[in-house]
């Protein structure tokens, strides 16, 4: 069964860092599109940043020139690097990504089970 686990969250002061991954487990043929999402208490998910299977990347105003969207198509894992971050940018986490499975062969969109990152000092 092909899953996401996410990791990497946690506390961090205003103007630290942290890099979440997000790696997809079971039997898989082709990774396409991977994102990651956030939603902070009271709003709504919102989508931060995007790679495609050939690396070009897409970014949400408030994070951009702070947060680097990476990925492993080998080990299907994205990575989102997070620097100067602000209390504004506390959340969870999600990942997101569009999974062509062995054992079905359909592309199909998987998302993570989340992951929480608060800025605070």
């Known amino acids: 069964q092909v899953q996401l686990v996410e990791s990497g969250g946690g506390l961090v002061q205003p103007g630290g860092s942290l890099r979440l991954s997000c790696a997809a487990s079971g039997s898989i043929y082709s990774t396409y599109a991977m994102c990651w999402y956030r939603q902070a208490p009271g709003k709504q998910r919102e989508l931060v940043a995007v790679?495609?299977?050939?690396?070009?990347?897409n970014y949400a105003d408030a994070v951009k020139g702070r947060f680097t969207i990476s990925r492993d198509n080998a080990k299907h894992t994205v990575y989102l690097q997070m620097n100067s971050l602000k209390p504004e940018d506390t959340g969870v986490y999600y990942c997101?990504?569009?999974?062509?499975?062995?054992?079905?062969?359909?592309?199909?969109?998987?998302w993570g089970q989340g992951t929480q990152v608060t800025v605070s000092s």
């Open positions: 790679i495609t299977s050939g690396g070009s990347t």
């Open positions: 997101k990504a569009d999974l062509r499975p062995i054992t079905t062969m359909t592309v199909n969109t998987y």
